[in-house]
């Protein structure tokens, strides 16, 4: 078929394009902000992108219009599809009709990890053999791809809580029927589309729903969130994560980067790896123990974490210029904001650390986390803002929470020359966003190097 991707740009789509591509169909799509790392694969992989929604794209009509959840009613090519009775669908339905029906779906959920914690899980099958397929929100460093159709049964996909579409309001994870299911965490997230956190606690039951009674649930232990979501209805294995349950970690050294692996209290393990922060300890727990369900051994699953590579855009070196090293992450929601922040200061207990925030999820938009941003960015030297023109309120409101210094700027380039001229040899800076950010990495390196 001709498939047409209306918003292929998002890291699920572009995934899905890819996946597209691979299974035989002819792949076009569109997106009204293009910029990598998702565009430039999309290019590697010959898929054509065009710039905006100017419905003559879709003349002669494609096949099938699989339209992406940034789209909404008044879009030109949303409205050229229904007044012209084209086939559409929503980039999960297609992913569940045309790829995962037959196929022993793993999926990691959860409001923080969902990337990380699938690109682990991707890997161990990989390197223990089991050529899994898989589709995750982000470009997984040991693979270079976001997605690939693999050669076995097994499938890992990112299970996002966000809808679906436009005309269905289900979050995407419903459709993908998975026989393993990791429940990361689960916080009030994406306020845009969620009145509250029960709102959200519903759409993970109607997931937990779709697990058959002999799959299997990995939730960690004692979170309040979860506990009560289970309750309301568990029907499949459940093994437990973290202090008191059935895996725990125990850490050699403090920052996470070294740390022994316990089975219902036997050693069964060692990762000693690249990453850090107890987040990614907890991430690779969940990982392990799902690749158990499929039959890798633990001690096997460590030995693959010793080779893993983390995602583009999680803790991610962009360079280091005059002794001034600069990271890149995806962090978005406060509580993601602290535990980067914690494993960059836990790996470098001595640096000076720059964080620098674009608050530009929808749910902070609407500035319903604008109150937890300043403690959660606690273990940062120097905090540096960006006031973005789409955003109702200040983020000097942030700023003047701080206790340490704290600056603001609704322009790129005033807010780069602040962080260059406040950066010192021996510091770190962190930059924070789920966006581009208009290239302020490379300006950051490029604006140092001339300093």
Known sequence: MHIHILGICGTFMGGAATLATKLGHKVTGSDANVYPPMSTMLESQGIEIIQGYDPEQLKPAPDLVVIG?????????????LNNNLRYTSGPQWLQDYLLHDRWVMAVAGTHGKTTT??????ILDDCGYQPGFLVGGVLGNFGVSARLGESMFFVVEADEYDSAFFDKRSKFVHYHPRTLIMNNLEFDHADIFDDLKAIQRQFHHLVRTVPSNGRILAPH????????????????????????????DKKLADGSVFDVYLDDQL????DWALVGDHNVNNALMAIAAARHVGVTANLACDALAKFINTKRRLEYKGEVNGITVYD?????PTAIELTLGGLRAKLPQSRILAVLEPRSNTMKLGVHKHDLAPALAAANEVFLFQPDNIPWSVQEIADQCPQPAFCSDNIDTLVANIVESAQVGDTILVMS?????GIHDKLLAALTAK
Not at 69 to 81: D, L, Q, W
Not at 118 to 123: P, R
Not at 434 to 438: D, E, I, V
């Open 118 to 123: 699938a690109s682990m899980l991707a890997w």
């Open 434 to 438: 789920n966006g581009g950010f208009s």
């Open 69 to 81: 959840n940034a789209m909404s009613r008044g879009n030109p090519c949303v409205e050229y599809v």
């Open 329 to 333: 992450d995806f962090a978005h929601h």
């Open 222 to 249: 004692g979170v309040k969130n979860i506990d009560e979501t289970l309750a309301m209805g568990c029907w499949s294995e459940l093994e437990y994560i973290g202090d008191d349950g059935h895996w725990r970690a």
């Open 268 to 271: 069964v393990g060692t990762v």
